[in-house]
């Protein structure tokens, strides 16, 4: 079983600046790519950020330029830096790591449990 925790998330103020965090856990062959998805009530879910396991990084286009994302493979954990944040970034950020359990398997899609991020002054 593969578990995602996420850890980060918070009220901050227009132009400020959240760190999450999402470390993979149990017991798996490898995780491909790893990325961040948010949510508002009513609306689907979208792709904030992703990277791979090489590195490859893309971007929604409203959050180029003021988010990062990175990833400690050793730790199994990816990190998204949000900085110059707008109340337009409030949402719901999820975790989200494509896995492969064992070496012959396929990969499968795992999701954390969510983390609230509010932007509002």
């Known amino acids: 079983q593969v578990q995602l925790v996420e850890s980060g998330g918070g009220l901050v103020q227009p132009g400020g600046s959240l760190r999450l965090s999402c470390a993979a856990s149990?017991?798996?062959?490898?995780?491909?790519?790893m990325g961040w998805f948010r949510q508002v009530p009513g609306k689907g879910r979208e792709l904030v950020a992703a990277?791979?396991?090489?590195?490859?990084?893309n971007y929604a286009d409203s959050v180029k330029g003021r988010f990062t994302i990175s990833r400690d493979g050793a730790k199994n954990t990816v990190y998204l830096q949000m900085d110059s944040l707008k109340p337009e970034d409030t949402a719901v950020y999820y975790c989200?790591?494509?896995?492969?359990?064992?070496?012959?398997?396929?990969?499968?899609?795992?999701w954390g449990q969510g983390t609230q991020v509010t932007c509002s002054s």
């Open positions: 989200n790591a494509d896995v492969r359990t064992t070496i012959t398997s396929r990969s499968y899609d795992y």
């Open positions: 149990g017991s798996f062959f490898s995780i491909n790519r």
């Open positions: 990277i791979t396991s090489g590195g490859s990084t």
